[in-house]
């Protein structure tokens, strides 16, 4: 069963804007993990948080994470049409259990 | 480093046909994991792999099997294929386990008919 959940299922926005996607989970978690799949390839981590941490930082990447409202947010700031890809939130309970995904596009 | 291989990159299969999916992975990591996507549906764990000569079940394993011979390759196998294997089949590895970054190869896309 997913434990993620991703919101929204599909962004598109303009190159230079911000985009915001969110991630819920139902159960304690001992981690958190974003991945990118851009079209046709293979997953890449992007970020990992820990459940003691609330917010971390990677390049244009920012993620948050509320273990109260078993909630992660990922932003990409400034984004460039090579952000165009398929996010994923993963949750670690025992094993990674990944959300459906929120696709990204960024138009030019 | 080349990371994590998958053999074939494309198959397509008649219902009732068998065949194995290559992984290798050049990290020495000792966790391995078989994937498959479907549209809407994430990516769902199949069986895995804490280090060689171990496997266990995932979420979906009915239907499929797999071997660790060596460190460095999980093979999964189909004995009789059905039209609801049709998906995209990723392998990963990781140092240690699911608290660990995941690497991933570049996928396999089975179709059965």
């Known amino acids: 069963s997913q434990q993620g959940e991703e919101d929204p299922q599909a962004l598109s926005i303009q190159e230079g804007e911000n985009a915001t996607m969110n991630c819920s989970y139902k159960t304690s978690i001992n981690n958190l993990q974003w991945y990118r799949q851009n079209s046709g390839r293979g997953l890449v981590h992007l970020i990992l948080i820990r459940s003691n941490e609330r917010e971390k930082h990677s390049g244009r990447l920012r993620v ?45 | 480093n080349a990371g994590v291989t998958q053999t074939p990159k494309f198959r397509v299969l008649k219902t009732g046909q068998s065949m194995t999916l290559l992984c290798a992975q050049d990290m020495n990591h000792e966790y391995m994991y078989w994937y498959r996507q479907d549209p809407g549906m994430g990516l769902r764990l199949i069986h895995y792999s804490v280090g060689e000569g171990t496997t266990a079940k995932g979420e979906v394993p009915d239907g499929y099997n797999v071997s660790r011979l060596k460190k460095q390759n999980f093979l999964l196998g189909l004995e009789s294929a059905a039209p609801s294997q049709t998906s995209v089949y990723f392998c990963a590895s990781s140092p240690r386990g699911s608290s660990d970054t995941q690497y991933f190869g570049p996928g396999t896309r089975l179709t059965v008919l």
């Open chain 1, 64 to 108: 948050t994470l509320d273990t109260s409202k078993k909630s992660s947010s990922l932003l990409i700031t400034a984004s460039r049409a090579a952000d165009t890809a398929s996010y994923f939130c993963a949750t670690d309970d025992y094993k990674l259990s990944f959300g459906a995904g929120t696709t990204v596009t960024v138009r030019a």
